[in-house]
């Protein structure tokens, strides 16, 4: 499954800040252009929030001449807007309008085989499940109404990060109102298949803390994730637990996720299954059927998505 070994290549290589170029179609010797295409279908509760559409195009071009120690990636993404119903009642909506935008645009420095300089526009340390479709095991992020919990995203700043076999750190400084905004990783990769970070970050709107590990058993994963935030005037603090086993078997596969805890000031619980099928190197597709506890509400939601990769 191509998709699910660019995935774990991320996860077991500590691709430790930005989208991880895995670059499949060479233009010239240096450069090189990848991406994909994301569409989806999904419903919720008994049919009458019926919505689909395409959810991101991404295209990527990665710089990187053989004898120099200088690299760069642009990455252009276009999403499509939806309005999502985080409650069964309707009551709680959130709008997305269409966005053409750059994600991961960075330079980088490669010092020596183990340490890098990046600065640009770079992608958040935080998160076992990945920003983009291509890195994640079923079709919804972990939060309730299919909503990430990691306090940050891109943002522009400058990295160092020092990568072993073993472990890895990183510290990240961007841009804030009144100060510095930083993140921290830590990561432990000494024992074959297994994968353990921990990501701190500080801004002046949000104090956050991440931890999670993965382990590959022959043709299982699991994944285990605690993420902490406070953001600056507001009194709930975000506590959420994620477990996940995937399964794969050939060019199909399942995963079962658990999450729940505290989020958004709201208590609740979300229990996840989707099979999916690899129908060739480039396509992967996927359904998934989750079923949400908020407070005193609940709501049952069917995805259906397809991937291109290229």
């Known amino acids: 499954m191509k998709i ?22 060479p233009i010239t010797d240096d450069l090189s252009a990848y991406g994909y295409i994301d569409a989806y279908y999904e419903d919720t ?5 019926l919505e689909g559409g395409l959810a ?12 120099s120690k200088w690299s760069a990636v642009a990455e252009l993404s276009f999403r499509d807007g939806r309005t999502t119903e985080v409650t069964d009642s309707g009551d709680d909506t959130v709008d997305v309008p269409d966005d053409l935008d750059f994600e991961t645009v960075t330079i980088t420095y490669a010092a020596s085989d183990a340490l890098s300089f990046t600065i640009g ?8 499940e990945t920003y983009d479709a291509t890195g994640l095991f079923q079709y919804s992020y972990q939060g309730y109404g299919n909503s990430p919990v990691y ?20 510290f990240w400084i ?18 074959e298949d297994l994968t353990v970070k921990f990501i701190y970050a500080d801004d002046p709107g949000y ?23 406070e953001f ?52 992967f597709g996927l359904i998934e059927l989750s079923y949400e506890e908020v407070e005193d509400t609940d709501a049952t939601a069917l995805a259906a998505e397809l991937i291109y990769s290229f």
């Not at 077991?12 to 670059?23: D, I, M, Y």
């Not at 991101?56 to 990187?64: D, P, R, T, V, Y």
């Not at 050939?250 to 000031?265: K, N, P």
């Open 4 to 25: 699910k070994k660019e995935l774990l290549a991320s996860l077991t290589g500590v691709a430790l800040f930005g989208t991880f170029a895995n670059a499949e179609i």
């Open 45 to 49: 509760d008994t049919g009458d929030n």
């Open 56 to 67: 991101e195009f991404e295209l990527g071009f990665s710089f990187a001449p053989a004898e």
């Open 121 to 128: 526009n770079i992608l958040s340390y935080q998160g076992f």
């Open 151 to 170: 306090s940050a995203a891109y943002a522009y700043g400058a990295c160092a990060d020092y990568v072993t076999d073993d472990y890895a750190l990183g």
């Open 174 to 191: 961007g841009e804030a109102d009144d100060s510095a905004s930083v993140e921290f990783l830590a990561a432990y990769t000494g024992i």
């Open 207 to 229: 104090e956050s803390m991440n931890i999670w590990a993965s382990y590959n058993l022959g043709d299982f994963t699991f994944a285990a994730e605690y993420t902490s935030n």
């Open 232 to 283: 600056e005037g507001v009194a709930d603090e975000d506590s959420v637990y994620m477990a996940l086993a995937y399964y794969s078997f050939g060019d199909a596969g399942v995963t079962l996720r658990y999450s729940g805890g505290e989020f958004g000031g709201q208590d609740f619980d979300k229990y996840t299954v989707s099979p999916s099928y690899a129908f060739s190197d480039n396509v």
